[in-house]
């Protein structure tokens, strides 16, 4: 008999964490086929650079991905979550699109949280913009290409990359235990904030100039090379 498809049965799990939890492992995920064109579709998403600033305060980052090549094609930084990070990282992609000679993306792919601000300025740029589930995150492709760079080039360059209790080992964080009294402190480096800047800049150039994950359509191509040589005539 053909299982009818859309909500399993799961726990109850209380809270928020509980929530969100339950949707990752019961719900079913989005499925979509990517574009055959660069610049059909970007997607947009925020993250928390997991490397210690020396003043204390948190570095965030905001990542613009071209759905079809999994390049980045634009970038912000700022230690606050705020409306700028995300209108900054609007700004450098326009400015990566006029200084290679790019159109417009057809469609940008974007999150709630800290977008919805924009929506008029959004409509306006853009001739398709579609605003993701709140709650969904597996849902945004931003998302995913996100962990193929943290979990990628990341690891290269940014300290702190990964979990302590990943599965694989090698995604694990690697931190020096301290013995003292209170048993619960690590040496950690601590970075400026232009420094964490630095090194995640370069960490997105290496992951743009990496081989493109489908070698098998896109062979000796970098993500940047899928780019750059099919974009829509």
Request: hydrophobic share 30%; net charge positive; with cysteine.
């Amino acid at each position: 008999r053909a299982r009818r498809r859309g909500r399993r049965e799961g726990p109850e799990v209380p809270g928020h964490r509980g929530e969100r939890r339950h949707l990752g492992q019961h719900e079913p995920h989005h499925h979509r086929r990517k574009p055959d064109y660069s610049f059909s579709k970007i997607s947009m998403d925020d993250y928390d650079i997991p490397m210690k600033v020396s003043d204390g305060r948190k570095a965030f980052a905001y990542y613009a991905f071209d759905v079809m090549s999994d390049a980045i094609v634009g970038v912000s930084y700022s230690r606050t979550k705020n409306n700028e990070l995300f209108s900054d990282c609007l700004k450098d992609m326009f400015l990566f699109c006029k200084k290679n000679n790019f159109g417009t993306p057809l469609e940008v792919e974007v999150e709630n949280h800290l977008v919805r601000n924009f929506a008029d300025e959004l409509a306006e740029l853009f001739p398709f913009v579609r605003w993701c589930n709140a709650g969904n995150s597996q849902e945004k492709y931003a998302e995913r290409g996100i962990n193929t760079k943290k979990y990628g080039s990341d690891k290269k360059f940014i300290v702190g990359t990964g979990r302590h209790y990943a599965k694989l080992e090698a995604n694990r964080t690697k931190r020096k235990k301290i013995f003292d009294e209170h048993n619960d402190h690590f040496k950690e480096k601590e970075y400026t904030f232009l420094e964490i800047i630095e090194l995640d800049k370069q960490s997105v150039a290496h992951h743009n100039n990496s081989l493109h994950p489908n070698q098998k359509k896109f062979k000796g191509m970098t993500r940047l090379d899928v780019l750059k040589f099919h974009l829509s005539a």
